[in-house]
């Protein structure tokens, strides 16, 4: 009786083991399918994305560069005289306005001790004062 | 128990049977143990068989699925991908591109006239006869067009004609077109390289790859050059331009940077299209630079003072005679502006006098000099990645006569990239590193480079170099912040077995910069014509060197050279410095 139980149990195991060998095999037949598909994607876009590289490559090509330049942009060739170096900037002019100071016009105000402002509104805290309007020195400015 | 007792009875007369079934059983054997081995022999057997049956399906369950996998790969003709090739800032030099194929199977045919009136509507180019001559045919397969555009393959498929079909063939493409050819060459039909880089590719196992079948995929690595596209460019269009202006036969150049060896750009003018590869049969454009040998003129001074300054006998204070002409045997030498004095070795080499470079080379002997030019490489074939090379033409004889006009560059024809080669060393600290098309690091270069002269010999060249673009033959090349130096030469082309007095080759050496050097340039222009602005001459000065001038203000930017302003002359920076180290 036990033994027939036992026999049982163990048909029973083979048919769900069998099932289940099917079903992997069914999904990775699937698998390969698409895997299958998907490299032939792959290989199409190396392909195209090689096509494109060329076709990039003669575009870039510096000459075709440089004659479309030649013909519709007023850009020279540098000289070596138009290089400068860091270090050969002079220095920076002193500024008319602390930098971060809550009330830059009032400051410059306060410092030039000029003409009344005729502003409406503060822009922004870091923009100079718009002296040049006020203070009369339009000209030099411009 | 039957058995038994049976047995027992048999035993005084055992007969052939009972033999037999001894060896089996044993003789004493009852029924049952024989019924039982029986059994088990059953079993075993059918347990192997299940087993075979059981491995079997495993194996058809694991191993891949042969027909799915080789599905995509239809419609993909030979194996003949290569790799690609970029130049050393990754810009593409020659890739792989897929374009289909036309073909037709004639005996699938239906109906061939009605396929030979589609076809040659789409296709116009196509000879209408020999089409349908070849569809005519009882063949089983004929190609009918290679590249086709993707246009043309729709409307082709559209038509769904039976029996015509497409293949994807790899096509090699040259996106630059004529600027690089020298250096990558072509690929025939087939794909196999037959000169350049490419051919050298398929020297170092590709070609083995193909013969196998196993270069399908696009996945090989690039190869990628030592060649700057950027500079070649810049010195291929200043070439172009030289090439005009001065009418010249041909023109050449190269960019080498002295501490690896490393080309970064060649250019040989007139060159050609590698997509369009019959061009290159013609003669007139092939390499100068490797497969040309030429007499460089004056340039090989640049070997004679350096071998003398390098052998201690010479200083930079020596003078030598240079009253002329120089009497030799038959002979005479001149110089090309005779100065009739005493001249110190930095005057002899600025002026560029030839009667004072033959009194160097013989102060130090013929063998001596045969020796150092041995050692520089400029006596043997130079070998470099390219298929093509010339070996030098070294005379057979070498007196006392050679060692005079080899002194100043006659005599001896080397190819230009070995001179060079051989400048770079009399520049880069005296260290021989033979050049390369391939990129290469400053510890590779290091490990092949050999010493040929002494780092203070070196310095001391710079500094002749320098003070020539300063006041000597080569002062239309100076740049200001480049600190050019450079030798100059002119060299009288041998034409029928005779110098010609009316064609010359020039030629120009330049190193930038000359206190620290990075990159060493030669220009050579084949027979430049006199020009008015020339003012009747055509000796290197002339041409080659502001053509070299013109080159080092576009490529040094590119090279990634700071212009510095301000330098002092040659004789306060490098004269200095060279003395305090000696």
Known sequence: MILRILNLIVVGVLILAAAYVYRIKFDSTVQAERLAKIRGEIRRERDAIAGLRAKWGELDNPARIEALAKRFLPLKPIESTQYSSLDQLPERPPELVQPGSQDPIGAFLEDSEASPAATGSVVGAERPPARTNTSGGAGASR | ?582
């Open chain 2, 1 to 582: 128990m039957i058995a038994f007792v049976r047995n027992a009875m048999k035993r005084p007369l055992p007969s052939w049977r009972e033999i037999a079934r001894g060896l089996f059983y044993g003789v004493a054997t009852d029924r049952t143990a024989k019924a039982r081995a029986r059994v088990g022999l059953a079993i075993l057997f059918f347990t192997v068989t299940y087993c075979v049956i059981a491995l079997r399906l495993v194996m058809f369950a694991a191993l891949p699925d042969n027909r799915i996998a080789h599905r995509g790969g239809s419609g993909d003709a030979m194996a003949t991908a290569r790799p690609d090739i970029l130049d050393r800032n990754g810009e593409v030099l020659a890739t792989d591109v897929r374009v289909p194929s036309l073909f037709a199977e004639p005996r699938r045919l239906i109906d061939a006239d009605e396929a030979v009136e589609l076809l040659t509507a789409d296709l116009p180019d196509l000879d209408a006869p020999e089409l349908r001559e070849r569809l005519g045919s009882r063949r089983g397969f004929v190609w009918l067009k290679r590249d086709l555009t993707a246009e043309q393959q729709r409307q082709i498929y559209r038509q769904g004609l039976p029996g015509i079909g497409f293949l994807n063939e790899n096509k090699r493409v040259y996106p630059n077109g004529p600027e690089v050819s020298h250096v990558i060459g072509h690929v025939n039909i087939d794909n196999q390289g037959i000169a350049g880089m490419e051919k050298w590719l398929d020297g170092n196992g590709l070609a083995a790859l193909h013969m196998a079948g196993l270069a399908t995929d696009r996945l090989q690595t690039p190869v990628q050059l030592a060649v700057d596209l950027r500079v070649q460019h810049a010195l291929h269009d200043e070439l172009a331009a030289s090439h005009v202006k001065y009418k010249t036969l041909a023109a050449a150049g190269v960019v080498l940077d002295v501490r690896t060896g490393e080309i970064v750009a060649m250019v040989s003018e007139p060159d050609y299209d590698p997509n369009n590869p019959h061009q290159a049969l013609d003669p007139t454009r092939i390499n100068r630079l490797t497969t040309g040998v030429f007499e460089m003129g004056s340039t090989f001074k640049a070997f004679t003072f350096a071998m003398a300054l390098d052998s201690g006998k010479v200083t930079l204070k020596s003078s030598f005679d240079a009253h002329g002409p120089m009497q030799v045997g038959r002979f005479q030498i001149h110089d090309f502006e005779p100065e009739n004095r005493m001249l110190s070795v930095p005057e002899c080499f600025t002026l560029s006098s030839n009667i004072c470079a033959a009194r160097t080379a013989l102060s130090m002997g013929v063998e001596a000099h045969k020796a150092f030019l041995k050692k520089l490489g400029q006596l043997d074939r130079l070998r470099t990645e390219l298929p093509e090379s010339a070996e030098p033409i070294v005379p057979r004889h070498w007196g006392e006569l050679n060692t005079i006009t080899i002194a100043f560059g006659h005599g001896l024809s080397v190819a230009p990239l070995q001179a060079v080669m051989g400048v770079a060393a009399l520049m880069n600290g005296g260290l021989l590193i033979p050049p390369t098309f391939l990129k290469r690091t400053q510890a590779e270069a290091d490990a092949l480079a050999t010493r040929v002269i002494k780092p203070e010999t070196s310095e001391m060249m710079r500094y002749l170099m320098r003070l020539n673009v300063e006041k000597g033959t080569a002062r239309r090349a100076e740049i200001p912040g480049y600190y050019i130096g450079g030798k100059t030469g002119t060299a009288d082309k041998v034409v029928n077995g005779h110098y010609s007095k009316n064609s010359v080759l020039t030629d120009f050496m330049a190193v930038i910069p000359a206190d620290k050097p990075r990159y060493l340039l030669l220009i050579m222009l084949d027979d430049p014509k006199v020009l008015p602005e020339t003012h009747g001459f055509k000796t290197s000065g002339w041409n080659a060197v502001p053509v070299g001038g013109a080159v080092v203000a576009r490529i040094a930017p590119l090279l990634g050279i700071e212009p510095r302003m301000d330098l002092p002359s040659a004789d306060h920076l490098m004269l200095v410095s060279a003395r305090e180290s000696r």
